[in-house]
């Protein structure tokens, strides 16, 4: 993701979350800093520095999920089954990426595999964190067959 989180709740959720998650998988959360003056870049010249600092954050045999509003929406069972999918495909490294304000450089779009959508609703760029991690957590319990998800 890019940026810091700013707010301490937001961070609070985040790490609530993570803690969580790692009982089921490895997991790491990765941010990738601000632009420097990034007002006096254009929203094309934002989306292709950031596209940069994506790229070379990531690994040759990721397997990369763009969080993005033109993506798939799915169910929180069939993200569920879309992890498990990937277990099962024995990928190394599912990287899934939130973008920043303008969304995603033209570079990382050509190297996406996927791409899904948490909601056709807009919502704050930082919130999306929380509401994204929480879901990999609720995905990880669907997995299990855990209570945390009701039908």
């Not at 040759?60 to 798939?72: F, P, Q, R, S």
């Not at 089954?81 to 024995?90: A, N, P, R, V």
């Not at 791409?115 to 997995?143: D, G, K, N, W």
Request: charged share 25%; with cysteine; proline share 3%.
């Amino acid at each position: 993701m890019i940026g810091k989180t700013d707010a301490s709740w937001l961070s609070e959720g985040l790490m609530h979350y993570e803690k969580r998650i790692r009982h089921y998988m490895p997991f790491e959360l990765q941010v990738i800093p601000d632009l420097k003056n990034r007002k006096q870049l254009s929203e094309a010249e934002q989306k292709q520095a950031e596209a940069m600092l994506l790229m070379q954050a990531l690994q040759a045999t990721d397997e990369l999920v763009l969080l993005d509003e033109n993506g798939k929406q799915l169910t929180s069972r069939a993200f569920a089954g879309f992890i498990e999918k990937m277990q099962l495909q024995s990928v190394k490294r599912l990287v899934f990426v939130i973008g920043g304000p303008y969304g995603f450089g033209e570079a990382v779009r050509k190297r996406a595999n996927h791409m899904l959508s948490l909601s056709e609703m807009t919502f704050p760029h930082q919130l999306v964190r929380l509401i994204f991690i929480e879901q990999l957590y609720r995905a990880c319990t669907i997995l299990r067959n855990e209570p945390y998800h009701h039908d």
